[in-house]
């Protein structure tokens, strides 16, 4: 007996070493008329435990540095056979050095949902083999998430999550909703994950790091030096917008994830400090222009 409890305990602690995520699902279906309504919970269920329970990365986390995502599915048809139509939000969030804040470092929201699942059936996944459409679409986030997060922590940290996203797009490329003239606009995985693995726009993926560690991870600390360096990682960018413009996916992700936040860090600086960032702001997100002037307040 003694032995049978070692071996459990034992279990247990692997299974908690092997758990990177944290996540939070949410299934919702309000306009659908449903004779099954519980097949949404069980789905939920469903994807919490095989996003939680599966061992994504070599690295073992503890309690509190494990990701926080959240996935937040709207679904607005589910036909007799059981095929789900509807969107997703995912959101990351990571934690801030000597602070209870916790920093979005990715909110995305995908248009372009399908899959088909029956009540009960296993979830699984392997990679370089699509098993089921739904596993393969829930790691394509997961590996986005680790490599934001990962991104944020270490300087193009996240290199080997987003090529296992690429990988992921390839193999689901005659799929709906993986393709590059799907979803909304060039709101898709293929840009998304095209644009994080294109060296071409490293410079944003270093922000993020630049933006995380030097920035907030310091901003409780030394406000003022925190704030200079998230200017100076803005900055970075002028260069990529104009060869390019700033009209890449990833560019447009950065801002609309972190636009908020933005403002709150400038509300404290100095005025000659608000005019510069807002002049840079208008060159680098010009869509959020009327929201940046709350940084004059």
Avoid at 253 to 277: L, Q, R
């Amino acid at each position: 007996m003694r032995v049978l409890l070692l071996i459990v305990f034992s279990f247990l602690f692997s299974v908690l070493q092997a758990q990177e995520i944290n996540s939070t699902i949410q299934v919702v279906a309000p306009g659908v008329q449903m004779t099954n309504k519980q097949i949404l919970t069980t789905l939920q269920n469903a994807i919490q435990q095989f996003v939680n329970t599966r061992k994504w990365t070599e690295d073992n986390y503890e309690a509190k540095e494990k990701i926080e995502l959240s996935i937040f599915f709207n679904f607005t048809a589910i036909s007799q056979n059981n095929d789900f139509q509807g969107s997703m939000q995912v959101t990351v969030n990571r934690p801030v050095f000597n602070s209870t804040y916790k920093s979005t470092v990715f909110n995305f929201s995908d248009e372009d949902v399908t899959f088909n699942y029956r009540e009960f059936e296993n979830l699984d996944y392997t990679e370089g083999q699509n098993l089921h459409d739904l596993t393969s679409l829930i790691s394509f986030y997961v590996y986005m998430s680790l490599g934001y997060n990962y991104d944020s922590f270490g300087e193009l940290g996240g290199t080997d999550y987003f090529k296992k996203a690429q990988n992921i797009v390839n193999l689901m490329n005659n799929k709906i909703g993986w393709g590059q003239s799907d979803g909304k606009g060039i709101k898709n995985r293929f840009n998304l994950a095209e644009n994080l693995n294109n060296k071409r726009f490293e410079v944003l993926r270093k922000l993020t790091y630049t933006y995380h560690r030097n920035g907030m991870d310091a901003f409780n600390d030394k406000p003022e030096d925190a704030r200079a360096a998230v200017t100076d990682g803005l900055k970075t960018l002028l260069e990529l917008v104009q060869s390019y413009g700033n009209g890449s996916l990833i560019q447009k992700t950065f801002f609309s994830t972190k636009y908020s936040e933005i403002i709150d860090i400038y509300t404290g600086a100095t005025v000659p400090e608000k005019n510069s960032i807002l002049e840079l702001l208008a060159q680098l997100d010009p869509s959020n222009t009327a929201k940046y002037q709350k940084i004059k307040s």
